[in-house]
């Protein structure tokens, strides 16, 4: 068991001594080096404040910093407006949803162009946040990473599902002009960081 000690004089003192002061040297317990205390605390206060602002200043210099990448950013909640067009076939994303809805599609028929969907949104996310972290040393990278999957995939189940309609052209256009907005926006974060 630990025994409390003085932190002025060191002498021991009991495990149930509760008296503000010593008893042997007379220093307030309480009060005892609180200046430094509290100058250790302001001290890692600020070091936490500090890695808080960096982390802000990294999310604000890879997504608001430039026009070029608030353009970006807007592109990157496009497919989700694109999927309202016809994407296969007939199938839109809202005649899909109304088709579930009012149960009258067959879930197998509808199957991979629902599951194309899906990655469409859970993929496009992928690349959002991945895209807020693009002045990171491997953010350039990760994010042609990110959209060169979003992009394969989408292609791929585009070619297995077959009978593309309008809404996927126009969203590859728009996975093709996210990939081209990052090599440009990578230059312009390079010249708000330098």
């Known amino acids: 068991m630990k025994t409390n000690t003085c932190p002025k004089c060191g002498k021991k003192l009991g495990t149930f001594y509760l008296k503000d002061t010593c008893p042997y ?9 609180l200046d430094e205390n509290l ?30 990448l608030i353009v970006r950013l807007v592109l990157f909640f496009t497919p989700l407006a ?4 016809p994407m296969y076939g ?23 162009p629902l599951v194309s969907m899906a990655l469409v949104v859970v993929l496009s996310l992928a690349v959002i946040i ?14 042609m990473i990110f959209s060169g999957v979003n ?10 599902i077959g009978s ?5 052209y126009v969203t590859l256009a728009i996975y093709i002009l996210e990939i081209i907005m990052h090599i440009i926006c990578n230059k312009a974060i390079k010249k708000n960081i330098d």
């Open 130 to 143: 991945s895209s807020l972290f693009s002045a990171t040393k491997t953010g350039f990278l990760r994010n």
């Open 39 to 68: 100058k250790a605390d302001a001290a890692q206060a600020q070091k936490e404040v500090d890695a808080v602002n960096r982390f802000l200043n990294i999310i604000k210099s890879s997504s608001i910093a430039s026009s070029v």
């Open 82 to 85: 694109s999927m309202c067009l």
């Open 25 to 33: 040297c007379g220093v307030n317990l309480l009060y005892y080096n």
């Open 164 to 168: 593309m309609g309008a809404g996927w």
């Open 90 to 112: 007939d199938v839109s994303l809202i005649s899909l949803i109304m088709g579930l809805v009012k149960s009258t599609v067959e879930i197998s028929d509808v199957l991979m």
């Open 151 to 160: 992009t394969v995939v989408f292609v791929v189940l585009g070619l297995i």
